[in-house]
């Protein structure tokens, strides 16, 4: 025998570069954080080889699909930076990449498994079905095969019946094994995968056809989607094959099951659960790099002793056999973590930039941007930098610096906790001490509250600068407090200390 070289377990023998995969959602709603997963590891895969994403949109179920889920998925895999090669509003040479534009294919596809023998027309009724179940004493659920072989007087009586067919694969009597790039070899016996239907009686072709069909023709090479999802798998292996046959592709591609996304308690994070939409990180100040960040650990991880890195890193390192098979629980305490990590890598100048639409959206700068809200910006930036873990805390720490003082106004909580009779005396001393001060500086701030308030009042620094910080910021949290009151100047700080009073 010859050594020939062994095959890659991933690629076979196929090129890096010829990889081609797909994120295919139904555009049914928001976008679920589990299937951005999808498309994030889907997006690894194809980069980290040099192959091609194709983005199909599955919306031939009419009755569920909305423009706007189809808007928000294109604007979710925009905002993640997940771009792809092929598919709606960018082309390419195997579209249309939008279902509902594709019903011609499909009806032709079927008519043609239909013609070869791998799919029948079947007629019967779901109870008819039950009933000769119950009747055999038959523990196997789903269709029994009874259309498999009509004779044309069976088929005349049901069409004189006024019955319409649905269209039912053929599937194969043996076993189907398969070797999944997380899970290893799974086996279904045929007894578990009975025909099933791929053409409702109406004509509408069922995400069981469309899906496979789209695969083959799109020339998909590996799939790589949810746990969930497993359970159609060997139907689809059988459908392939019937594909090839009438010239439809080359056969099934390679599978990837990617762990199931777990919420709280041991359930499956679905679209009800709060937290499991994309929109909301993205309206709640999240980073898209926190985000993928985040995403890429339900399931796989750069290195045992490492959870922060960017999308460029994980291309790099992606391996879909070091994917692991087990459930992902959703933690958003990490996902924080996680996100306030990838702040603190921001530049000052990029920070300022992504912090600005929620500044707007809160109204706490003018939009468009006032020059001197521009210029108080950034002044204030590099006190807030570090302090915040997503875009969305800004606004509540840097109002204080920008509200007309007819609008400031002192938080109710914190001014009931710190501005008692104790802490108005501070806040009397800190006027005190701030009026006649000569020049309006961080330091000549600071020194001089220090000289009274710790110095000749003798109080603990917590004690003496929280009344005065609530009195000027609003807040018991705020940015810095000396560097604060210098951006906010003499007139506006002595003002609020008096009105604190
Ligand atoms: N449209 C299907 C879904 O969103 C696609 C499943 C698949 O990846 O095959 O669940």
Redesign the pocket.
């Known amino acids: 025998m010859t050594d020939s070289p062994a095959l890659d377990p991933v690629l076979g023998d196929l090129a890096p570069e010829d990889v081609r995969v797909r994120f295919?959602?139904?555009p049914t709603g928001f976008i679920h954080v589990g299937?951005i997963r999808?498309a994030l590891f889907n997006f690894a895969f194809a980069r980290h080889y040099g192959g091609k994403l194709v983005l199909r949109i599955?919306d031939t179920d009419t009755a569920r699909n909305t423009a706007e889920g189809y808007h928000s998925i294109l604007d979710s895999l925009r905002w993640m930076g997940l771009n792809w090669d092929e598919g709606p509003e960018v082309g390419g040479e195997y579209g249309p990449y939008r279902q509902s534009e594709r019903m011609d294919i499909y009806a032709d596809v079927a008519a043609r498994l239909r013609s070869a023998g791998s799919a029948y027309d079947c007629f019967c009724a779901n109870d008819e079905v039950e009933a000769r179940r119950k009747a055999a004493g038959s523990k196997v659920q789903g269709y029994d095969g009874f259309c498999r072989e009509l004779s044309a007087d069976q088929r005349a009586a049901f069409e004189a019946d006024g019955r319409t067919p649905v269209l039912r694969l053929r599937m194969p009597d043996e076993a189907i094994t398969f070797t999944d790039l997380v899970r290893g070899e799974i086996t279904f016996q045929p007894e578990n995968v009975p025909d099933f239907a791929l053409l409702r009686a109406t004509g509408d072709p069922l995400?069981t056809l469309v899906?496979p069909v789209d695969d083959a023709m799109m020339g998909i090479t590996h799939?790589l989607?949810?746990e969930d999802?497993l359970s159609s798998t060997p139907r689809q292996i059988a459908l392939y094959d019937a594909l090839a046959k009438i010239g439809v592709g080359q056969g099934a591609p390679r599978f990837g099951h990617l762990p199931i996304v777990m919420g709280e308690g041991n359930k499956r994070l679905s679209k009800r659960d709060a937290g499991s939409g994309l929109g909301d990180y993205i309206e709640g100040g999240y980073l898209p790099e926190g985000v993928l960040n985040y995403l890429a650990l339900l399931g796989w991880g750069i290195a045992e002793d490492r959870d922060v890195f960017s999308l460029e890193e994980m291309v790099e390192a992606f391996d879909i056999r070091r994917v692991n098979p087990n459930p992902a629980r959703f933690d958003l305490k990490k996902m924080s973590a996680i996100n306030a990590a990838h702040m603190r890598k921001l530049s000052l100048e990029d920070m300022t930039h992504r912090v600005l639409p929620f500044l707007k959206r809160e109204g706490v700068v003018s939009d468009p941007v006032s020059d001197p809200d521009a210029q108080m910006l950034e002044l204030a930036m590099p006190l807030v930098a570090e302090r915040i873990n997503r875009l969305d805390e800004a606004p509540g720490m840097l109002a204080f610096l920008f509200v007309e003082e007819a609008d400031f106004a002192l938080d109710e909580q914190d001014a009931a906790k710190l501005l008692d009779e104790a802490g108005k005396e501070i806040v009397q001393a800190s006027y005190d001490a701030l009026e006649s001060l000569g020049e309006w500086s961080t330091a000549a701030i600071q020194e001089s509250l220090q000289a009274k308030l710790i110095e000749e009042l003798e109080l603990k620094p917590r004690k003496a600068f929280g009344p005065v910080r609530v009195a000027v910021t609003g807040k018991r949290v705020s940015p810095p407090l000396f560097e604060s009151m210098e951006l906010l100047g003499r007139e506006r700080s002595l003002g609020r200390l008096r009105a604190a009073l």
């Open positions: 295919p959602p139904s299937n999808s599955e995400y899906n799939v989607r949810g999802l």
